[in-house]
């Protein structure tokens, strides 16, 4: 089995087209194939190098590896069209030879005003056939006098074009509603419709996998097949991604790119599982679909295990961002603590918090993760919660009303003052240490429960909410205890926080 990916370079990796990709990848690692990525870049004016290496960049993060391509070559490259021009001029003469193609001379404004006119008087708007009737004379005649014509394929007068797609069956398209297509440019460009076919028949592709929206260009493209001698190989069209609207997913719906969705904090394996389980149903290897199969979330290769174009449905699926951030959630939790740590960095310096950190640094930051794992959706989330580690403002703390308001009563005053007094001469403080420090107060001031543990945590978070106090005091006591060239910015301690804020409390405010 040989499968393609052949997106064009004109802009970032929409989540539909990663979501082809991941198919196409699942269907050629689960059987054993070959899985090639195919550059189309015959579109000079959008196409952009820049753009192709977003796409593989992307691919590779999301673990899209393949087998043949543009940066890696291949038995049957170049692996971009923009490199492969002379087959297309090639195959174009062989057409034109057999008079299964010809010379079209008609400018773009008469094609315009024929399409206008058919659609005015309610006939299919494809093309009428003005250049069909030139003798070969006559068009290299009209070459010779210096017109640049483009190249029709000659489509067969009568009959049906039938197909079999893997996912909908047969398909049929009466060939009165075809038209001759454009197979080269006057530019000499070949037109997509023309490129593909030669493309994976010299590149001999066994599945071409893609979105339902080529179903209307299958019937040209299997012609152009059978008039080159090719076989055809199995197609699979499959059903958009739609947003939440149940229209084609855009830029209305928010994020639509894998770069978007990276730079916002989702896990690769998250969208991963997420674009896998969009139209398609997964069952186990060789049985039939079971209860175990109702688990939703499963790593990349036993995906590629059960993957079967035959459990893809025909019908649209919707891409619901509150769905994926549930599954990068379950990912967040079960992933390596290093790892996240590591990834969360940029989005601290983009929140304002710069660090560098080395080893010790990032042991620092992954032992504090749990704290924020466990109720974000997303890396960019994670400096908001953990926030109160570099943030000990006093001052901006009391400017909180509820705060004020309960900084008011003189119950919870005692305590951030006993607690201020215990910590004086306490070491800095484990979550055992912390409990019994905890407890010291509460004998001295007589509170417990909420009225304890409250004003504790406005005193050393400068927040009303947040983390358990046991996870929470902890992280900022190692933190204070981290060395400078950790890496991590500086962060006040328990025992400093707690006597700023009861000499806060000892002023006007």
Known sequence: MRVRFAPSPTGQLHVGNARTALFNWLLARGSGGVFILRIEDTNAERSTRESEVAIERDLRWLGLDWDEGPDIGGPRGPYRQSERLHLYQSYATELLNTDAAYYCFCSAADLE?????AVASGRPARYGGACRRLSREQAQARIAAGERPAIRFRVPAV???????????DV????????????????GHPAYNFAVVVDDALMEVTHVVRGEDHISN????????EALGFSPPMFAHLALVMGPDHGPLSKRHGATSVAEFRSKGYLPESLVNYLALIGWSPRGPGRSRSVEDDAELWPIDELAKRFALDDVS???GVFDEEKLAWVNRHYLKIADPTRIA?????????????MAPDGRGLAFLAGALPMATSSVDRIDQIPTRLAFLFDAD???ALLDPGVRS???DEGARAVVVALAEELTTAPRLDRQGFRAVANQVKARTGRKGKALFHPIRVALTGRREGPELDLAVPAIDAGADLPGEAGIPKILGCRERAALFARALEQPW
Request: hydrophobic share 45%; glycine share 8%; net charge negative.
């Open 113 to 117: 005003a024929a399409r206008e006119a």
């Open 172 to 187: 049929r398209f009466p060939i009165d509603v075809i038209g001759d297509p454009i197979i080269v440019r006057a530019d």
């Open 218 to 225: 299958t019937p040209r493209q299997v012609l152009l097949y």
């Open 342 to 354: 590591e990834l969360s960095v940029p989005h601290f310096g983009a929140a304002g918090v710069r």
């Open 394 to 396: 006093t001052t901006h």
């Open 159 to 169: 009959g049906d074009v039938v197909f079999t797609d893997v996912v909908r069956g």
């Open 406 to 408: 309960e900084m008011n």
């Open 314 to 316: 025909h019908s649209a």
